[in-house]
Structure formats: structure tokens, C-alpha cells
DNA sequence: AACCGTCTCAACCGCGGCTTA
DNA sequence: GTAAGCCGCGGTTGAGACGGT
């Protein structure tokens, strides 16, 4: 592959927000001489723009064939459609609504569709409801990343300017970081027992060998903490680190009450291929359940037929919840943790830091709470 | 009125595909 | 076959608008 040609900011070309004069002169060449070479164009119409920048301009906004103004039931069902099937191609989905650009349409698709869907706990990605099998898998990350953090905690306490004041400030940061994470990891599990079916839950703990179900937080506590070293964290021995150091996470954590017996079931309703198949097909065998499963995706598929409940659909709230974690979880790369060098400021848990600490304080997560979990 | 956070959307950037020599 | 040049796409950014406090 060739290098690419330069953009823009060389020999003088101007960016930024185009003047009135400036599209002026691009309209007045282009209704005349049409557009012919982009690359041409520029010097041509005695503009001090890059080619690429006259395209994108006249192709987004000075094209007279653009319709303006809000997109109508019809265009929005259309995108919604269009997008089910193809994916982000916005080209190919405006090529199927005459006088709207692709750029109009993913703007319009990332500010309003993408929300709206997410109300309606419905994956803008997929567009499938999000399950509570999606919410576990982002419960059962969680002890990764702690074990991650953790251990760079440790590195933290052995290294050999573990006396510098700044080594010490950064240790403190992360304690407080990881004792957030055990909080989050908390929330979720309130969040699942809040807004799942109970037969799920049931269904679940049978999966995990609980035959009796007396008490269905604390088995799926106790399950979501068998790979998990917040056990560890409770018992005063997180991956080596001093006994003073993991009591002074502990003291760190906030001490929420605990979380209260669903009262409610929510909507059942089949709502992906996998469930409508199993609603049609009420007496499919295992071996047509496992087919079924695989041509769905739905993991795990060699167990489907231990999951008769484990299709049901999460809450808006719940997708809503799990979205937002997500979102926050996914912009924030924590396997990316480094050690902090003695050339560096970077402070250790940088990423882990901006997830908690962008909505900055406890009474963000308190609020959080207060807001989606206790008034479920 | 001032400040702050959120939303919107025009514009930019980098990449990859296609064409041409 | 391949290197160079151009074009278009999708993701991202950031300035301005807007609304709430």
C-alpha cells in the first residue's frame, strides 16, 4: 500500500469551519465546471483547501440535492432496518434515503437512535434485548480485572521506592480504586437479583449445584466469588500484600445495606431468534435445543437444555444499567494498568481511576445506587 | 448573570479499496 | 506484479448551542 497523501495541514491549507465566501467559491465552480478531481478542484476554484475538505463540504452540507431538517417515521424505520441488517455501512443505508448523507444519518443514529434503543433495552449493536446472561458476563470480568489491579497494587508495596511519598499517595489512590471495583461488583449482583425472574435465578443456581434455595443472594454471591479474590480481600490475604495494606482496603469499602428479595418478574415476552424457537417448538429435543443454540449463538450451547430460563429478557433498566457499566468499562482499558516509571507522572491506575473517578466521588456511585438499584 | 454539563453536528483523520501507469 | 495516486468510508473530535442550577 502507497503512503497516504498529505492533508490538509501542509503547504498552507487552511482548516476548520468554512467562511460564507469560501462556499461561495466552491459552489460557484462546482454549478459551473462540476466537481471533476477533488484533488484539482481547490486550486482551480482559488480555494487554499485540501481536496478532501471541498468534497466532504459540498458532499454534507452545499450539495442543493440535501434534505434538511428533521428525519420523518417513515426515514427513521427505514435506518432502523437498514442498520438491523447492515451494520455501521452509513453510505449504503443514506443510499436508500434520497437527499440524506451518510454523516446526517450517524450523527443522527449516535445522538438519538442509540439512546432510544438503550431506553427501550434494546442493543443498538444487535438489536436484541439485552439478557441477564449479558449481565453476568460483565459480572464475571470483574474479578479479572480486580486480580489485575490488584497485583500491580502489590508491585506498588514491594518496589523499591516504596518510600517516596508519591509511591505512597499512588498506593493509597489505588486502594480506594479496587475497594470501588468490590462496590461495583456489588451493584451489578444487586442490580441481577433486582430485575431477574426468580426461576432464572433459580435456574441458575441449580446449574451450580444448589439444591435448596433458601437464601438466592447469598448463593449467587457465593458463586460469583468462587473465581474471584474478593473472597481473598475479605479474608485479609489479597495476593501477598501486607495484612495493614488489605485492612486498609477494607476500611475503604462503603458499608451499603444489603440488597432486599426481588419482588417482580419482568417481561417474558420471546424476543430473539433462539427464544422464538424454543416458544414454536415446545417439544424439540436436546439435540435440536443444541442446533438451535449454535445457530443462535446463545452460549453456552452444550447446556442449553439446563437453561430453560436463562433466555428471559433482562429490564430496560437492567440493559440500561449493564450498558452504562459497560460503556465505562469498555473506555477504560484496565489490563492496560502500568506501573508508574521513575520517569514518568502517570499515575499507576490511571484507567481504573478515570472509570470511578470521571463521576468523581462517592456520592456518585451513592446516587448511582440510590438512583437504580434501591428504587427497583 | 455566570457557570457548568450535555447535546449536536460539521469537520477532520486515518485507513483501505480501486484505478492507473 | 506493484507502486503511486485518488477517493470514499467510518470513527472521532471539538466548537457552539442549549438547558439547568
Avoid at 452540507?61 to 424505520?77: A, H, M, T, V
Avoid at 446449574?207 to 485479609?236: K, R, T, V
Avoid at 514518568?344 to 481511576?353: H, I, K, R, V
Wanted: charged content about 20%; overall charge negative; aromatic content about 8%.
Amino acid at each position: 500500500m502507497m503512503g497516504r497523501s498529505p492533508c490538509c495541514n501542509e503547504n498552507g491549507l487552511k482548516k476548520g469551519p468554512w467562511t460564507p465566501e469560501e462556499d461561495q467559491k466552491l459552489v460557484d465552480y462546482i454549478q459551473k465546471h462540476g466537481h471533476g478531481s477533488w484533488r484539482a478542484l481547490p486550486k482551480l476554484a482559488g480555494l487554499k483547501r485540501c481536496g478532501k475538505s471541498c468534497r466532504l463540504r459540498w458532499a454534507n452540507y452545499l450539495n442543493p440535492d440535501i434534505k434538511r431538517g428533521k428525519f420523518s417515521e417513515d426515514e427513521q424505520q427505514i435506518i432502523i432496518n437498514l442498520h438491523a441488517v447492515l451494520g455501521n455501512k452509513w453510505s449504503v443505508i443514506a443510499s436508500h434515503l434520497p437527499g440524506r448523507t451518510d454523516n446526517e444519518i450517524k450523527n443522527f443514529w449516535n445522538t438519538h437512535f442509540k439512546k432510544k434503543l438503550l431506553q427501550m433495552g434494546i442493543d443498538p449493536v444487535t438489536h436484541r434485548r439485552r439478557t441477564h446472561h449479558d449481565l453476568i458476563n460483565v459480572l464475571s470480568n470483574l474479578p479479572q480485572w480486580l486480580a489485575a489491579a490488584a497485583a500491580n497494587l502489590a508491585n506498588l508495596s514491594t518496589h523499591p521506592n516504596w518510600d517516596d511519598n508519591f509511591f505512597r499517595l499512588q498506593h493509597s489512590d489505588a486502594t480506594q480504586v479496587l475497594a470501588k471495583i468490590q462496590l461495583l461488583h456489588n451493584i451489578l449482583i444487586q442490580v441481577l437479583m433486582s430485575t431477574a425472574p426468580s426461576s432464572y435465578i433459580e435456574t441458575l443456581m441449580n446449574h451450580f449445584g444448589c439444591s435448596s434455595i433458601p437464601d438466592h443472594h447469598q448463593y449467587l454471591y457465593e458463586f460469583l466469588q468462587m473465581n474471584s479474590n474478593l473472597e481473598a480481600l475479605e479474608n485479609g490475604s489479597i495476593i501477598g500484600l501486607p495484612p495493614q495494606i488489605t485492612a486498609q482496603m477494607q476500611s475503604n469499602l462503603p458499608n451499603y445495606e444489603v440488597y432486599q428479595q426481588p419482588q417482580s418478574s419482568v417481561n417474558a415476552q420471546p424476543v430473539n431468534g433462539l427464544e422464538i424457537y424454543m416458544s414454536n417448538n415446545s417439544d424439540c429435543d436436546d439435540h435440536d435445543l443444541q442446533l438451535a443454540a449454535e445457530y443462535y449463538s446463545f452460549p453456552p450451547s452444550n447446556d442449553i437444555h439446563r437453561y430453560p430460563n436463562s433466555l428471559v429478557s433482562a429490564s430496560p433498566e437492567c440493559c440500561s444499567i449493564v450498558s452504562q457499566i459497560e460503556n465505562k468499562l469498555n473506555s477504560n482499558d484496565i489490563s492496560n494498568c502500568q506501573l508508574p516509571s521513575s520517569s514518568t507522572t502517570s499515575t499507576t491506575f490511571e484507567p481504573l481511576g478515570d472509570i470511578m473517578e470521571n463521576e468523581a466521588s462517592d456520592s456518585y456511585w451513592k446516587d448511582f445506587i440510590d438512583e437504580h438499584v434501591v428504587s427497583l
